[in-house]
T-cell receptor, first 116, second 113 residues
């Protein structure tokens, strides 16, 4: 069974640009969550999508947005990039849509975004 | 709000030494608890989990017990190997939630031959 895939793996952008990252969950998984990892702030939750609806949201500005498609693939977008947006962006998929023993998350390899 | 606190690293051990990485949490109800590991240049891999009090998660020689009374989920391994060198993250999913993992700050483990 293929794991979570993320594209692209590496990205270099300049301040003010926008970027779109893609995440394909494990087949059959319906929930996709996004995280930002930086040396200073660690791993921080961005948002979660389930059945094409945003179900949870972290404390990030509105420049960070996402969506999920009917096949459960998800994209996140960052507009008006800032230097501080340089980070590893990880997505994770979950099999079940309900809480309980099936809520473990499986992570992709991440997209390394560098903002110059 | 809910949070996870891990012991600060880096932790440096010799091969075959005993490992303990402390993790405590603050959360209402009964969160699910996890240990993830991140090898250099890679994403996170689930190492083990526990979903209710007194559960013991175990995998690859690592184990951790969900202690509700002390709100802890310490990671242990009896004999570490050089290949265990990585960053270890303790995390929780709040009770009744599914998609939001709350992570500790991570502990870097270096095992020397």
């Amino acid at each position: 069974k293929a794991g979570v895939t993320q594209t692209p793996r590496y990205l270099i952008k300049t301040r003010g640009q926008q970027v779109t990252l893609s995440c394909s969950p494990i087949s059959g998984h319906r929930s996709v969550s996004w995280y930002q990892q930086t040396p200073g702030q660690g791993l921080q939750f961005l948002f979660e999508y389930f059945s094409e609806t945003q179900r949870n949201k972290g404390n990030f500005p509105g420049r960070f947005s996402g969506r999920q498609f009917s096949n459960s693939r998800s994209e996140m977008n960052v507009s008006t990039l800032e230097l501080g947006d340089s980070a590893l962006y990880l997505c994770a998929s979950t099999r079940s849509g309900t809480s309980g023993p099936h809520n473990e998350q499986f992570f992709g390899p991440g997209t390394r975004l560098t903002v110059l | 709000g809910d949070s996870v606190t891990q012991m600060e690293g880096p932790v440096t051990l010799s091969e075959e030494a005993f490992l303990t990485i402390n993790c405590t949490y603050t959360a209402t109800g009964y969160p699910s608890l996890f240990w993830y590991v991140q090898y250099p240049g890679e994403g996170l891999q689930l190492l083990l989990k526990a979903t209710k009090a007194d559960d013991k998660g175990s995998n690859k020689g690592f184990e951790a017990t969900y202690r509700k009374e002390t709100t802890s989920f310490h990671l242990e391994k009896g004999s570490v190997q050089v290949s265990d060198s990585a960053v270890y993250f303790c995390a929780l999913i709040p009770s009744g939630n599914t998609g939001k993992l709350i992570f500790g700050q991570g502990t870097t483990l270096q095992v020397k031959p």
